[in-house]
């Protein structure tokens, strides 16, 4: 069902017979016709039943309920999540500058040589991506160990998401790169002369 995962059904008599019991604990109603109130029938039920001997419950309104609170966990989740990568993107950015300026004598000799400005670009934004790709296994293989131990300790089934996964990686890989332009364009952009005099 779409608000009650499944259902079994079964003779009330072999219910009763099962759970030794005479009487009904609950009673769901599903409305056929949903132009209905329902607020209004869920107070009705509650006077004709015996108001303070019953309670009824809207599971309709639980689920939109926990549909919000599922939802303000998710944006806070996705939120923590953007910072972390754009915090990810700055340090990966910072390493690749630091990279640049250490190798600039060496882009100076690469470009005296005859090293294109698209050569060095690509040197350095396959460097970005490889070490985005790296972290990323790492993280991947940390994050999974984890889980498989808390589904292990809680008793919950493990399953793999390869989609998900590959999507995650490569997000990540992307984002490492786009923070890898702007090192590489400056040591693509490096002058030759003045990169040689840096030393």
């Given at each position: ?6 259902f079994?059904y ?11 019991a ?8 599903k ?6 109130d ?8 509650e006077?004709q ?10 599971l ?7 549909n919000?609170?599922l939802?303000?966990?998710t944006?806070?989740?996705?939120l923590?999540?953007?910072?972390s990568?754009?915090?990810s ?5 910072t ?20 090293a ?12 970005s991506f ?14 999974t160990?984890c889980?498989i ?5 809680f008793?919950?089934?493990?399953f793999?998401?390869w ?6 990686l490569?997000f ?15 040591a693509a ?11």
């Open positions: 069902g779409e608000y009650i995962p499944c079994l079964a003779p009330i008599t072999t219910i009763q017979k099962g759970y030794n005479k009487g009904y604990d609950q009673i769901m109603i409305l056929v016709d949903d132009s209905n329902i607020t209004q029938l869920q107070t009705e039920l006077q039943l015996g108001e303070g001997n019953v309670s009824v419950q809207n309709v309104q639980q689920k939109d309920k926990l919000g609170i939802n303000t966990v944006g806070v989740l996705a923590i999540g953007g910072i990568l754009l915090v993107g700055i340090s990966i950015m390493v690749m500058m630091t990279s640049v300026q250490e190798r600039k004598k060496e882009i100076g000799i690469k470009k005296a040589i005859g294109s400005k698209g050569r060095i670009l690509c040197e350095f934004l396959s460097e490889f070490i985005c790709l790296f972290g990323s296994i790492i993280g991947i293989v940390i994050g160990a889980v131990a808390g589904c292990r300790l008793g919950f089934s493990f793999w998401n989609k998900l996964l590959f999507t995650c490569g990540s890989c992307g984002i490492g790169m786009l923070f890898g332009v702007y090192p590489a364009r400056r952009d490096l002058n030759p002369v003045e990169a040689l005099r840096s030393e």
